[in-house]
């Protein structure tokens, strides 16, 4: 396909690029990077753009800078090419297009030759006499039905667009997504190395059994089967060398002489027809010796009587003669008796046998058993023989249907030709079987039949003495065309193996991409000649078929699979041409192929099984990730609208609860998200199960900064790939940061799906920042209470640990006030991940004066235990105190901050300064050896503030001005205020409300020092925030949670979303 379209405009040059995957899927609208111009020449380019635009088009002006005229695009589509793009040499001369073939030549013909193979010829009349005239019908059928039903799947997937070269595999690959097609695309290249080592041993077999028997060189095979083997494995290594040679060298003789062997194929075919009806009536070239009912090898026919020296010095070595042949007479009996004879009736049922067993007529233990353990030129059965066994070994002579579709990028229309050439070759190969099945049965001898490699007269083949006018024809046939097919497989093999590999799917084969300086994926080869030796060093036809058979079973079973899923999702891109399909077939198809796969061999299964999993989960972890638009990806979304649209609306069952996370990122100026261990946090609690989106807001109009939400919601997804968070990340742009969190929190979700828990990092420097930090802060926690979800607030998230760290000690959980269970909930979903494992779960609960403490122990002990979470419990007993003059000082000294800052009316840079001021007086005037100040890590200014020695605070002078620098109205507020600091007792009282709120806290805040100050975790309880809308409750609010945490250096506050999120009850 050309890879451009070209947009013509003032310059030639202006071109858009398009992706070849994107063009074929309908992706045609790309990215513009215009180089940077001053505004003159922008000036210039878009009148000189505009003189070139058609008059009528002045409308669509705009529109054709980014997207291509429609008469660019239909023309690029029409000259879209789908075929794999070979490797080119930059010095060689362009060459000529290549010539379009129809159906006859493109694709019936290639599927006739690749589905004709060597079994027809060496093992048909071996199958038909051990299976019977029924059950080798049955056969023959049964293969012949997997591969059309799977050739109508193909049809349909093929037809459903543009199909590129590559056959199955991309086939399945662009249905089923990359890690199917992947696996499929394996095993299917692992059949066809396989095929070739099974065509390259068969060759040989006919070479050395019944061409030139005397080329053994292990002695005679005719008395010994492993001789037979080992020449297989010694001629045939040779012969893949010299195959590969040719492949190497010469593609085109191999073109060119795939002519020769389908001209082969044909005639030997037409010449066992035309000799099945010349010997209709049976001839005389064939006689077999039989004693009894057991058939003779190696047994002349003029020594073929009882009485023959030559036959008593084999059964009477000394002088006493074999029981079975002094019971029975020795007879010669014709092999071809024709059709008119009625043979046929005598190859109707089975004759299935054990390895060891004797060829005889009938099932009869006496005829059959070998009871001495000696052969006495008796023919044995080699394998133990089954109906499932015959099947695999049969198999691989109607593989090949995927020739046509190999083929599609030298079709002229593929869409017509693929499904008509390759039905029509199935149906015309599965008519030649099945008659054969029936003309053989009519023709041989039962025990000729039964004879796999014609030992019983003289190492002949049997179809090759049926065929007309001699055997020679069928002999050089057979050889000629089975070499053939051995040189397709090794040179279609390394081309998928390059498709494959050039896909970036698998990414230990990117070696294999690369091509030779004449394009022949030559290392590709090299691996296909390694693993086609492992497959000759087996030696057996009998081993090698139902071998390969796996991996085509698997791969037509997951075209069936993809035809299937694509039906039934009924995807709008889902609209083949060919309608002559059905769900229900493809179904029936893939079964056929499970249930073969399993009845021929269930190790040999397993094995492509395991090989398919293997690679599938190998990609899943490995591979990269591609987007095809695949079935698989439908199918997840089918599956998520069937599982949402069931879920209720309603919040779920309390023992189907599970934290729903919705982590609200704040984002420095550089666009990274402030707090990194917020992720890793998230990923600590996914051992709910549930689901996870990272949102951040970001202030200003989104039209005009789309790019800085793009760029914002790549690093989002970054950090979450990094901190291994498993969700969804999005960005928000809002004019207000506070109404975005509030949008984000009331939309986020879909249905049953929608967060129910929300994180969000404490604002450490809300008092330099001033109200703005907290009001957003305050509004959020009660967005997220009026949404019934619940809240959680890490602080001093900076000191948590990370998530492939594990720490020990204790998880202290400060239970307050009942919010739900949810501080029962979150400590045990934290033990279960690692990082927190080791850890030891404490409850502590605060007793009133009135409650009874040991009874409250025991109470939530139970509790514990019927919830089976196991932690120590322990009851703190708070008796009545006095408000001490430290709580008057400390909430003396916040309302007197707030009314300063409503006072002074200061722009931001001020009030800054003042507000700074105010805090270090206050710290100053509070500062205890066991509190611990929180400072937000990440701002500079803060770090450099909290370095400063206690000589900056200290040289506050109680009688003069904090700051030089500062208003005089400041020093005269700063002067009350130190009046105040000197006695608390003046004049001026604190407000009741606030009074009992900080002895609260500062009572709270003294006991959970002392007993979790060395805790990893302190887990409590959130305060609600103030119900009034107003600047001091909030600050003051604020200041409240900032003295229960003081001291403590990693502390989660939760806040229960108003319902029972964990239950006793199974």
Same mark, same amino acid.
């Given at each position: 396909m050309p890879d451009r379209f070209q947009v013509t405009k003032a310059d030639e040059d202006t071109a858009l690029d398009y992706n070849q995957d994107e063009s074929a899927s309908g992706k045609l609208l790309g990215d513009i990077h215009d180089e940077t111009l001053d505004s003159g020449d922008i000036h210039r380019a878009e009148e000189n753009q505009k003189s070139n635009i058609d008059p009528n088009l002045y409308l669509y002006d705009?529109?054709?800078?980014?997207?291509?005229?429609?008469s660019t695009f239909i023309s690029s589509i029409a000259n879209y090419e789908n075929t794999i793009p070979a490797a080119t040499d930059p010095d060689a001369k362009p060459a000529a297009p290549s010539a379009r073939m129809g159906t006859l030549i493109g694709v019936f013909l290639p599927c006739i030759q690749n589905i004709f193979g060597v079994i027809l010829f060496i093992r048909l009349t071996w199958v038909v006499g051990t299976a019977g005239a029924v059950c080798g019908f049955l056969i023959v059928l049964t293969c012949c039905c997997?591969?059309?039903?799977?050739?109508?799947?193909?049809?349909?997937?093929?037809?459903?667009?543009?199909?590129?070269?590559?056959?199955?595999?991309f086939m399945i690959s662009r249905s089923l997504g990359p890690e199917f097609g992947g696996a499929v695309g394996m095993l299917f290249y692992t059949g066809t190395t396989l095929a070739a080592a099974m065509y390259i041993v068969g060759a040989v077999e006919i070479v050395l059994t019944y061409m030139a028997p005397w080329a053994s060189i292990f002695g005679d095979f005719t008395k010994d089967v492993d001789a037979m083997y080992n020449n297989f494995r010694v001629y045939g290594t040779l012969l893949l060398i010299f195959m590969g040679l040719i492949v190497?060298?010469?593609?085109?003789?191999?073109?060119?002489?795939?002519?020769?062997?389908?001209?082969?194929?044909?005639?030997?075919?037409?010449?066992?027809?035309?000799?099945?009806?010349?010997?209709?009536h049976g001839n005389e070239k064939l006689y077999m010796c039989v004693l009894g009912k057991r058939l003779l090898k190696d047994i002349p026919l003029d020594n073929c009587t009882k009485e023959d020296p030559f036959m008593r010095d084999i059964y009477c070595p000394d002088g006493k003669c074999e029981e079975y042949f002094l019971a029975n007479n020795v007879t010669k009996v014709k092999g071809i008796k024709g059709l008119a004879s009625g043979v046929f009736y005598d190859n109707i049922f089975p004759s299935f046998l054990d390895k060891g067993q004797f060829i005889a007529y009938g099932k009869n233990a006496i005829?059959?058993?070998?009871?001495?353990?000696?052969?006495?030129?008796?023919?044995?059965?080699?394998?133990?023989?089954?109906?499932?066994?015959?099947?695999? $070994?049969?198999? +691989?002579?109607?593989?090949? *249907?995927?020739? !046509? =579709?190999?083929? @599609?990028?030298?079709? #002229?229309?593929? &869409?017509?030709?693929?499904?008509?050439?390759?039905?029509?070759?199935?149906?015309?190969?599965?008519?030649?079987?099945?008659?054969?099945?029936?003309?053989?049965?009519?023709?041989?001898?039962?025990?000729?039949?039964?004879?796999?490699?014609?030992?019983?007269?003289?190492?002949?083949?049997?179809?090759?003495? $049926?065929?007309? +006018?001699?055997?020679?024809? *069928?002999?050089? !046939? =057979?050889?000629? @065309?089975?070499?053939? #097919?051995?040189? &397709?497989?090794?040179?279609?093999?390394?081309?998928?193996?390059?498709?494959?590999?050039?896909?970036?799917?698998?990414?230990?084969?990117?070696?294999?991409?690369?091509?030779?300086?004449?394009?022949e994926p030559t290392r590709a080869l090299l691996l296909t000649i390694v693993i086609c030796q492992c497959g000759i060093l087996l030696g057996n036809v009998d081993l090698l078929a139902p071998l390969l058979s796996m991996f085509f079973l698997m791969c037509y079973g997951f075209v069936n699979l993809a035809c299937a899923v694509q039906t039934l999702l009924r995807t709008p891109n889902w609209r083949p041409r060919f309608k002559f399909y059905h769900w229900s077939l493809s179904l029936i198809g893939l079964t056929l192929c499970i249930s073969v796969m399993i009845m021929t061999s269930w190790y040999f299964a397993l094995i492509a099984m395991g090989?398919?999993?293997?690679?599938?989960?190998?990609?899943?972890?490995?591979?990269?990730?591609?987007?095809?638009?695949?079935?698989?990806?439908?199918?997840?979304?089918?599956?998520?609208?069937?599982?949402?649209?069931?879920?209720?609306?309603?919040?779920?069952?309390?023992?189907?609860?599970?934290?729903?996370?919705?982590?609200?990122?704040?984002?420095?100026?550089?666009?990274?998200?402030?707090?990194?261990?917020?992720?890793?946090?998230?990923?600590?609690?996914?051992?709910?199960?549930?689901?996870?989106?990272?949102?951040?807001?970001i202030k200003g109009d989104h039209t005009k900064i789309t790019n800085k939400a793009v760029d914002a919601k790549s690093t989002l997804r970054k950090y979450m790939t990094d901190e291994k968070v498993k969700g969804f990340c999005d960005v928000l742009v809002s004019q207000q940061i506070g109404e975005g969190l509030s949008s984000v929190i009331q939309t986020i979700g879909l249905g049953g799906m929608k967060p129910n828990t929300v994180i969000i990092g404490w604002p450490y420097?809300?008092?330099?920042?001033?109200?703005?930090?907290?009001?957003?802060?305050?509004?959020?926690?009660?967005?997220?209470?009026?949404?019934?979800?619940?809240?959680?607030?890490?602080?001093?998230?900076?000191?948590?640990?990370?998530?492939?760290?594990?720490?020990?000690?204790?998880?202290?959980?400060?239970?307050i006030v009942h919010d739900g269970g949810l501080l029962m909930l979150l400590p045990f979903l934290?033990?279960?991940?690692?990082?927190?494992?080791?850890?030891?779960?404490?409850?502590?609960?605060?007793?009133?004066?009135?409650?009874?403490?040991?009874?409250?122990?025991?109470?939530?002990k139970t509790f514990l235990y019927h919830l089976r979470i196991?932690?120590?419990?322990?009851?703190?007993?708070?008796?009545?105190?006095?408000?001490?003059?430290?709580?008057?000082?400390?909430?003396?000294?916040?309302?007197?901050?707030?009314?300063?800052?409503?006072?002074?009316?200061?722009?931001?840079?001020?009030?800054?300064?003042?507000?700074?001021?105010?805090?270090?007086?206050?710290?100053?005037?509070?500062?205890?050896?066991?509190?611990?100040?929180?400072?937000?890590?990440?701002?500079?200014?803060?770090?450099?503030?909290?370095?400063?020695?206690?000589?900056?605070?200290?040289?506050?002078?109680?009688?003069?001005?904090?700051?030089?620098?500062?208003?005089?109205?400041?020093?005269?507020?700063?002067?009350?205020?130190?009046?105040?600091?000197?006695?608390?007792?003046?004049?001026?009282?604190?407000?009741?409300?606030?009074?009992?709120?900080?002895?609260?806290?500062?009572?709270?805040?003294?006991?959970?020092?002392?007993?979790?100050?060395?805790?990893?975790?302190?887990?409590?309880?959130?305060?609600?925030?103030?119900?009034?809308?107003?600047?001091?409750?909030?600050?003051?609010?604020?200041?409240?949670?900032?003295?229960?945490?003081?001291?403590?250096?990693?502390?989660?506050?939760?806040?229960?979303?108003?319902?029972?999120?964990?239950?006793?009850?199974?």
């Open positions: 705009d529109d054709l800078e980014t997207r291509p005229h429609i997997v591969t059309m039903l799977t050739a109508i799947s193909m049809s349909a997937i093929a037809t459903n667009g543009v199909v590129p070269a590559g056959g199955s595999y190497f060298l010469g593609v085109k003789f191999v073109n060119k002489f795939a002519t020769v062997a389908l001209a082969c194929v044909i005639l030997s075919i037409i010449a066992v027809y035309v000799g099945i009806f010349d010997n209709i005829d059959i058993e070998n009871t001495d353990g000696q052969s006495y030129n008796q023919i044995m059965a080699d394998i133990t023989t089954s109906f499932t066994l015959l099947i695999g $070994i049969f198999f +691989p002579s109607v593989t090949g *249907i995927m020739a !046509g =579709s190999n083929r @599609s990028g030298d079709l #002229a229309d593929a &869409q017509k030709s693929i499904p008509i050439g390759t039905i029509c070759a199935i149906l015309t190969t599965s008519t030649v079987y099945l008659s054969s099945v029936m003309f053989f049965a009519g023709t041989v001898d039962n025990l000729l039949l039964r004879d796999k490699f014609g030992q019983s007269i003289g190492g002949k083949l049997v179809v090759a003495n $049926i065929a007309w +006018p001699n055997q020679w024809v *069928i002999l050089i !046939g =057979s050889f000629l @065309s089975t070499l053939g #097919a051995g040189l &397709q497989s090794l040179t279609g093999a390394p081309r998928l193996l390059q498709a494959i590999a050039r896909d970036e799917i698998i990414p230990f084969l990117a070696p294999f991409a690369k091509s030779s300086k004449r394009g090989m398919a999993i293997i690679i599938y989960k190998y990609i899943e972890y490995r591979g990269a990730e591609k987007e095809w638009g695949d079935g698989i990806r439908g199918m997840a979304l089918t599956a998520a609208r069937y599982s949402l649209l069931r879920l209720e609306e309603g919040p779920p069952h309390t023992k189907n609860w599970r934290p729903q996370i919705l982590v609200l990122s704040k984002l420095n100026d550089n666009l990274l998200p402030k707090y990194r261990k917020i992720f890793s946090f998230a990923t600590q609690l996914k051992a709910g199960k549930g689901l996870t989106i990272c949102v951040s807001v420097s809300w008092r330099q920042e001033g109200r703005n930090s907290w009001k957003t802060f305050i509004q959020t926690v009660r967005t997220v209470s009026a949404c019934h979800m619940a809240l959680m607030v890490p602080k001093g998230i900076n000191f948590y640990p990370e998530s492939n760290h594990k720490i020990g000690g204790n998880i202290d959980i400060w239970w934290l033990k279960q991940h690692r990082t927190w494992r080791n850890c030891k779960l404490r409850i502590f609960t605060v007793a009133q004066i009135e409650d009874n403490s040991i009874q409250m122990k025991k109470d939530l196991e932690a120590d419990v322990e009851v703190v007993e708070m008796n009545n105190s006095d408000i001490s003059a430290y709580t008057y000082e400390r909430t003396l000294m916040m309302e007197q901050r707030n009314q300063m800052l409503r006072a002074l009316g200061l722009n931001k840079k001020e009030n800054s300064k003042v507000v700074q001021t105010i805090v270090d007086h206050h710290y100053d005037a509070t500062k205890t050896a066991s509190k611990v100040r929180f400072a937000d890590p990440t701002i500079e200014e803060i770090q450099h503030h909290d370095s400063q020695n206690d000589e900056k605070r200290n040289s506050i002078d109680l009688d003069g001005p904090e700051n030089a620098d500062a208003p005089e109205t400041t020093s005269s507020k700063d002067e009350s205020t130190e009046k105040a600091d000197g006695d608390f007792k003046s004049s001026v009282k604190p407000d009741e409300f606030n009074v009992r709120r900080m002895h609260t806290a500062i009572k709270l805040n003294e006991v959970i020092v002392e007993k979790s100050q060395d805790a990893q975790l302190v887990i409590m309880n959130l305060p609600g925030p103030p119900r009034e809308v107003r600047a001091e409750r909030e600050s003051n609010y604020m200041e409240f949670l900032e003295v229960l945490t003081e001291g403590l250096e990693k502390v989660l506050m939760v806040r229960g979303g108003g319902r029972e999120v964990i239950t006793i009850y199974s």
